[in-house]
């Protein structure tokens, strides 16, 4: 997918809102209890608005971060859009 579809692009806001539930199932039903917390912590360390919003943040406020994010590159770096 990475290589023949997505390629240097970043997904849209679309893709990621439909990938929301689904990341967050993912992680909140994970077999180890580590999952979770490695997921915020990385989440936190790659996007520092993360650490505005909450000590604690939750999944919603890590989309809201990566959303912001994805934003944020599209503006600044020019970054396109994968779409399809």
Known sequence: MN???KRD???STARLQA???RVQAAY???LNPLLPVRFTQEACASLPELLSMADAPSLDDCFTAILLQQVRL????QVP???D
């Open 3 to 5: 290589q023949r579809q």
């Open 9 to 11: 692009r970043l997904p």
């Open 19 to 21: 990938a929301q539930d």
């Open 28 to 30: 909140l039903q994970a």
């Open 74 to 77: 599209k503006h600044d770096q």
């Open 81 to 83: 859009e994968w779409r």
